[in-house]
């Protein structure tokens, strides 16, 4: 007999080989009947996987993330199915279930096009209408080695030999079988007709290795109700308009170019009045948080980065060595190690301690081309990086505080609405210092985030070797999330760097270290605003925040005044000298995202005073030039997301 564990606390005793369903089963048929998955062991388990040992159990039905997860999964499976049934010669990658959809890989004779995820999600229905039963079978390496090899998928007989152990499992539904660990529904039926769709094709180097084959990838999404398929899809839809990389060329904000460097960005005059203003903001920010700002160099010499350990645990995302003086140098990957060096040119007494370092510091690392989006995934960015050097009684408040910081900085702009991450300590042997330090140092995260009172999951397990940490993502307009903060212990670089301050008794003694970005990289913060707003920034961020338009050549001489007034109160505006029409200018002046359109003509420069629009096609009429100015400043200066 074997004893589950249940979440209530009670304890059930079954034969060794019952497996999830059966228990299901003992606990009611209704439950049993909308079962879809489970976690044993704190892993998602197939429902008809069977119990060898004890262990707890948790059981998922419909409306659960797990169950959707499930759901996902197994339309992969539908998907391959139909693939093969189209293509017959198609060979099988892999096929998981993603955050908010699913993918397959595979290997086909022929690239695919529109027409063909038409085809296939016909088929896909065939497959789904017929409710083929989906079974669970576990065999040998040896009898799945000789099907697979029967088959002629090859790529699946090369993750059989990464398995551990003797023995896999294949999932059969009809005439199509797949090497996978699951979970699944329990027939095909279980996918809704109405629910699920195709969406993209990609190219997908095999295990990510581009020196292995390219696999055409499939990506779709499917969910339980159509309703909320439909719901997804206008998200796509709403996502495909506020793309950054085709609004940073429509607001002309920035560019990449081939001839440059991939994942390498050029700012543009507007993009770069975007950053500057963020940059200002946050060292205005940081100067007012007790932070010192610094500067340090671009490369370093070999033996920083061995120190450090970026030559050992990092090589492959650094970039090949410069010879200088026969000496070699890389570009830095970090900005860590040199705000140690700064930290280490003299000795710190305990009364010193905290020191705040921050840097708006450009690091350099190599990300595969395949991989590279626009902002969001570059190979040269700028991080707000912050290291803050203390003692170990003030790890709690200096912690409060800088969560505190980090979610009032985000709060400006605009963002109300987060997912809050507690990442602990990895398993033995994956984690460098003591115990009771992570103990501490995690104790010290979770009082910060339980004072403030939002909620936050933990991620067992999943802080860095160095160190817990806390992980905050924005939720934007269209409720997707971007990774921003990282509050991150380190219980590496102290050590490694032998860094040290004189205690309150004499003694030297090992300083806490906390590394700390709020806003993460500028490069994706900045995109991540540019789809958040749709390239409509509030006011205070635009990078032109009033177009001053004469209706006629007569009155471009007053537009200039106009517009030397708005500048002198610190508004960003130009003139449209164009000889397009009175209509145009507004329409291109909205199709720039402008807040503010001043229309002049002889009323308005006889009164002093011009006709006021906004972006958002509201005529707030004739107004005198110093209320606009008033008003224009107000929302500046309050970070107003409205613009009256």
């Not at 991080?383 to 009684?393: E, G, N, S, V």
């Not at 913060?525 to 789809?531: A, S, V, W």
């Not at 500048?567 to 199709?591: F, Y």
Request: aromatic share 8%; hydrophobic share 40%; charged share 30%.
């Amino acid at each position: 007999m074997i004893r589950i564990t249940l979440p209530d606390g009670s304890v059930r005793e079954v034969q060794e080989g019952t497996t999830i369903l059966e228990v299901a089963e003992g606990l009611g048929p209704r439950l049993a009947r909308s079962t879809a998955c489970a976690r044993f062991d704190g892993e998602l388990r197939d429902v008809r996987e069977r119990l060898a040992k004890d262990g707890a159990l948790v059981l998922f039905t419909a409306g659960s993330p797990e169950a959707l997860e499930t759901l996902r999964h197994t339309a992969t499976h539908v998907m391959a199915q139909a693939v093969k049934r189209l293509l017959p010669d198609a060979k099988l990658g892999i096929g998981p279930a993603i955050e908010d959809g699913f993918y397959y890989d595979f290997d086909l004779p022929r690239s695919l096009t529109e027409d063909d995820l038409a085809k296939i999600s016909d088929e896909m229905k065939a497959i789904i209408a017929t409710d083929l039963p989906i079974t669970r079978r576990e065999v040998s390496k040896k009898e799945a080695r000789a099907l697979l090899e029967k088959r002629g998928e090859t790529y699946k007989l090369e993750l059989v030999e990464d398995l551990e152990g003797d023995l896999v499992t294949l999932f059969e539904q009809g005439d199509f079988v797949d090497l996978c660990r699951g979970p699944h529904l329990r027939s095909t039926g279980g996918v809704k007709a109405d629910a699920f769709k195709l969406l993209s094709v990609a190219g997908a180097y095999w295990r990510g290795d581009e020196k292995r084959p390219m696999l055409q990838r499939i990506y779709g999404t499917a969910f339980e109700k159509a309703k909320d398929l439909a719901d997804r899809l206008w998200q796509l839809e709403e996502a495909a308009k506020r793309d950054h990389r085709k609004l940073g060329k429509d607001l002309d904000l920035f560019s990449i170019h081939e001839e440059g460097g991939a994942g390498l960005v050029c700012w543009h005059p507007k993009g770069a009045r975007l950053r500057r203003t963020i940059e200002e903001f946050w060292y205005a920010e940081h100067d007012r948080a007790g932070y010192e700002t610094v500067t340090t160099p671009h490369i370093g010499k070999a033996d920083l980065w061995s120190i450090s350990g970026h030559l050992g645990f990092y090589r492959e995302n650094m970039y090949s060595p410069m010879d200088i003086d026969g000496v070699d140098y890389y570009i830095k990957p970090m900005n860590c190690p040199y705000q140690i060096l700064i930290y280490k040119t003299r000795m710190h007494s305990y009364r010193e301690l905290p020191i705040r370092m921050a840097e708006l510091g450009t690091v350099y690392r190599y990300e595969r081309s395949g991989v590279l989006h626009g902002l969001l995934r570059v190979r040269g960015f700028t991080i707000d990086d912050a290291h803050i050097i203390c003692r170990a009684d003030q790890i709690d408040g200096e912690i409060r505080r800088v969560y505190e910081f980090s979610m009032n900085m985000l709060s400006a702009f605009g963002f109300d609405t987060f997912d809050i991450y507690l990442a602990t300590r990895p398993r033995e042997g994956k984690a460098v210092g003591e115990p009771e330090r992570w103990e501490q140092a995690t104790a010290a995260l979770r009082s910060a985030l339980d004072a403030r009172g939002l909620p936050y999951a933990v991620d067992e397990g999943g802080g860095a070797f160095y160190g817990p940490k806390i992980d905050i993502k924005v939720r934007d307009s269209l409720g997707r999330p971007w990774q921003c903060s990282t509050i991150q212990f380190d219980f590496n670089l102290p050590d490694r760097f032998d860094m040290t301050y004189i205690a309150e008794d004499g003694r030297q003694a090992r300083p806490y270290m906390v590394h700390r970005a709020l806003l993460g990289s500028l490069e994706r913060f900045i995109g991540c605003l540019i789809e958040t707003y749709g390239g409509a920034f509030p006011v205070w961020l635009a990078p032109v925040q009033a177009a001053v338009i004469p209706i006629a050549d007569r009155h471009v001489a007053y537009a200039h005044d106009v517009a030397a007034k708005m500048k002198a109160a610190g508004i960003r505006a130009i003139v449209d000298e164009t000889s397009e029409r009175m209509n145009a200018k507004i329409r291109n002046a909205q199709l720039q995202k402008i807040p503010y359109m001043l229309v002049l003509g002889d009323r308005e420069q006889e009164a002093g005073a011009a006709s006021l629009r906004l972006r958002t096609e509201e005529d707030l009429g004739a107004k005198p030039i110093g209320e606009i100015i008033d008003l224009v400043r107000r929302t500046i200066d309050t970070k107003s997301l409205g613009l009256t």
